[in-house]
């Protein structure tokens, strides 16, 4: 990862310093994630058949958080992001399920950040949620791989 850095200094203090802006509103921000994500896909819903939403948005609110707080030293969390991938394949996730999600979470924080959200705001999201999903996708395909 450090051989092809996606996120400069600028943008990692750009997405911890917009992030402090959401997470006073997380609650509503994760329920607007979930809305979005389930209209940009309904069948994404049967992924969720049987979980407990509410305590599924506080896992997202936490995880993202997690990620944000580590972007300066994020060689440090890419064994736990691709566990993260690996796991989400036996929840059904699939490959372009990734595309949905960050096209929910840019939507969801321009939505919340309202005056806040800028175009260099959302080139520093979309290169961040990028490399998180790049990362677990590839943890994904491993794990297939190795299943197989």
């Known amino acids: 990862m450090n051989n092809d850095p996606k996120l400069s200094y600028e943008q990692i203090e750009l997405v911890k ?12 921000a994760s329920e607007l994630f979930y809305q979005r994500l389930f209209h940009i896909n309904p069948e994404l819903k049967l992924l969720f058949d049987g979980v407990d939403l509410p305590s599924q948005r506080s896992k997202l609110i936490k995880a993202i958080n997690t990620v944000v707080m580590s972007l300066d030293h994020i060689d440090t969390m890419i064994p736990m992001i691709s566990d993260l991938g690996k796991r989400h394949v036996n929840y059904g996730v699939e490959e372009q399920h990734y ?8 939507w969801t924080l ?4 309202k005056n806040a959200w800028s175009e260099e705001v959302k080139i ?23 299943a197989a």
Not at 110 to 113: C, I, Q, W
């Open 110 to 113: 321009k939505t919340g950040l």
């Open 124 to 146: 520093a999201w979309t290169n961040a949620y990028q490399l998180l999903a790049e990362v677990m996708v590839n943890g994904a395909r491993e794990y297939t791989l190795n």
């Open 17 to 28: 310093q917009t992030w402090a802006k959401v997470v006073p509103i997380a609650e509503i």
């Open 99 to 106: 595309q949905q999600v960050g096209e929910a979470l840019l």
